[in-house]
């Protein structure tokens, strides 16, 4: 018999690995695998866990792993390994019996693992699963099979410093004329700052009408992509203005963003906000003299 336990954790997806196989160890101590099926199995001794290789999740999962091991009396080994290694050695690893009993992935990854064998479906009970939203444990089933728990939901959002923008915008076309008004490239100054991926365009592209694939009763329709239709093509065209006229520097990331937002460097900061999912269920706004969140 296998051991599954789960482990609450940060990251962007919690996922069961093949874990070291315990049902080998299992057979040797019961080898008429007498035990009553439907039992509970036995605590293992310890668990391994690969973590992201950063130092502030790491400290915060050091944290949870210590409460865990006094609750429980089961040790946690940890395993600091950036998301790419992870990704690459569970392929390994996990077939081989030497992987983790849990590691971390993006939940767009759960049907992939699945399909290989590197994720164990989860068997939880109601009051287990009342402690995350609908869509966040929907982004990790796969054909009906929950595969991992969430600890982190993302989603974009704007912040807006109130003491440069006195009304949050609540078009495009407001953006477009803050940026306009408030930007001093040559002072690292920005009205509204985005970056240049399709993660970020995704808001323009849809606020137009475009969108990525068609729903119908079944779900999403892949026959139906809506990325080459009027509003999509719009709305690209207006994220791709906000560079060609000089209003946002092509080469600007995230960490620069974050760092002029925080200097009071710019007006409307278009940026991804995580909400821990084991925390907190429902979403908190948050006002402070400086900011406000903009969903």
């Given at each position: 018999m296998k051991y599954h336990y789960g482990l609450i954790a940060t990251g962007c997806l919690l996922l069961m690995a093949c874990a070291p196989d315990r049902e080998e160890e299992a057979s040797v101590e019961d080898p008429d695998n007498t035990e009553s099926e439907g039992a509970e199995p036995d605590k293992?001794?310890?668990?391994?866990?690969?973590?992201?290789?950063?130092?502030?999740?790491?400290?915060?999962?050091?944290?949870?792993?210590?409460?865990?091991?006094?609750?429980?009396?089961?040790?946690?080994?940890?395993?600091?390994?950036?998301?790419?290694?992870?990704?690459?050695?569970?392929?390994?690893?996990?077939?081989?019996?030497?992987?983790?009993?849990i590691y971390f992935k993006p939940h767009d990854y759960t049907g992939e693992l699945a399909v290989q064998s590197l994720a164990e479906p989860l068997d939880l009970d109601e009051e287990q699963l009342e402690r995350f939203t609908p869509e966040s444990l929907q982004a990790m089933t796969y054909e009906g099979e929950l595969y991992g728990l969430p600890f982190v939901s993302e989603t974009a959002a704007l912040l807006y410093n109130v003491e440069l923008v006195e009304e949050a915008p609540?078009?495009?076309?407001?953006?477009?004329?803050?940026?306009?008004?408030?930007?001093?490239?040559?002072?690292?100054?920005?009205?509204?700052?985005?970056?240049?991926?399709?993660?970020?365009?995704?808001?323009?592209?849809?606020?137009?009408?475009?969108?990525?694939?068609?729903?119908?009763?079944?779900?999403?329709?892949?026959?139906?992509?809506?990325?080459?239709?009027?509003?999509?093509?719009?709305?690209?065209?207006?994220?791709?203005?906000?560079?060609?006229?000089?209003?946002?520097?092509?080469?600007?990331?995230?960490?620069?963003?974050?760092?002029?937002?925080?200097?009071?460097?710019?007006?409307?900061?278009?940026?991804?906000?995580g909400i821990s999912t084991l925390m907190v269920k429902p979403l908190v706004r948050r006002t402070c003299a400086q900011l406000r969140f903009l969903f």
């Amino acid at each position: 018999m296998k051991y599954h336990y789960g482990l609450i954790a940060t990251g962007c997806l919690l996922l069961m690995a093949c874990a070291p196989d315990r049902e080998e160890e299992a057979s040797v101590e019961d080898p008429d695998n007498t035990e009553s099926e439907g039992a509970e199995p036995d605590k293992p001794d310890q668990l391994h866990m690969w973590i992201h290789d950063n130092d502030e999740q790491a400290n915060a999962i050091e944290d949870m792993a210590s409460q865990y091991t006094e609750a429980t009396g089961i040790e946690v080994q940890l395993t600091r390994m950036n998301y790419d290694d992870q990704a690459e050695n569970i392929a390994l690893d996990g077939p081989a019996g030497t992987g983790p009993d849990i590691y971390f992935k993006p939940h767009d990854y759960t049907g992939e693992l699945a399909v290989q064998s590197l994720a164990e479906p989860l068997d939880l009970d109601e009051e287990q699963l009342e402690r995350f939203t609908p869509e966040s444990l929907q982004a990790m089933t796969y054909e009906g099979e929950l595969y991992g728990l969430p600890f982190v939901s993302e989603t974009a959002a704007l912040l807006y410093n109130v003491e440069l923008v006195e009304e949050a915008p609540e078009t495009i076309e407001d953006l477009l004329l803050i940026a306009e008004e408030l930007t001093d490239a040559g002072n690292d100054e920005y009205g509204f700052l985005t970056v240049p991926i399709y993660y970020y365009s995704h808001s323009f592209i849809t606020g137009y009408g475009g969108y990525i694939f068609g729903e119908n009763e079944s779900g999403y329709d892949v026959g139906d992509v809506g990325l080459a239709n009027d509003g999509a093509i719009e709305g690209a065209k207006r994220f791709q203005s906000l560079f060609e006229d000089g209003l946002i520097p092509s080469s600007i990331n995230p960490e620069i963003q974050d760092g002029l937002f925080a200097e009071g460097k710019i007006g409307v900061s278009h940026t991804v906000l995580g909400i821990s999912t084991l925390m907190v269920k429902p979403l908190v706004r948050r006002t402070c003299a400086q900011l406000r969140f903009l969903f």
